[in-house]
């Protein structure tokens, strides 16, 4: 154990987290709203990060494994099981894209249907969270946000 003063912070000591704290508020408000946005993949038997491999298709039609895994910062051996089972839920589908006719994924029909309603469920939190603020404010708060995240990697 090190007998080195701690260093001091600019901010005085709180004993414990103020329940009226912006950060507070700001953590409550992300736990909630991960709550939110969880209800509809629960609802169609989906799970947490789900929704990430749905945008991401949806975004990079024909995506192979290897790619996917790349974009979402996974492990193949995360990844596959999730695949297989969006595979089972009728979500994505394996299919030849391309001129090529590489063998990649694609949502489906249903896939595609699902990341609609989930697209609308994250708009309508955003829109609740932004309805007071003006365009600057909104600019500003993601930029605030940004930087904290930044700084937060860096630690």
């Known amino acids: ?13 709180m004993s414990e987290p103020a329940a009226r704290s912006t950060l507070y508020r ?15 993949l629960l609802d169609r038997g989906l799970e947490a990060g789900d929704d990430a491999i749905i945008f991401v298709l949806h975004h990079s039609l024909g995506a192979n494994e290897d790619r996917l895994a790349t974009e979402l910062g996974l492990s193949r051996e995360t990844l596959d099981p999730r695949i297989a089972r969006l595979i089972e839920r009728d979500i994505i589908a394996r299919q030849a894209v391309g001129p090529e006719l590489a ?4 949502l ?4 595609e249907r699902v990341r609609e309603v989930l697209a609308a469920n994250w708009e309508q939190l955003e829109e609740a969270l932004f309805a007071d603020l003006t365009e600057k404010k909104r600019k500003g708060l993601g930029k605030a946000l940004k930087r904290f995240v930044e700084l937060l990697r860096l630690a």
């Open 1 to 13: 154990m090190s007998l080195q003063p701690m260093p001091q912070s600019i901010y005085p000591p």
């Open 26 to 40: 700001l953590i409550e408000a992300g736990q909630l709203a991960h709550k939110a946005l969880l209800v509809p």
């Open 103 to 106: 063998p990649g994924l694609a």
């Open 108 to 111: 489906t029909e249903r896939g």
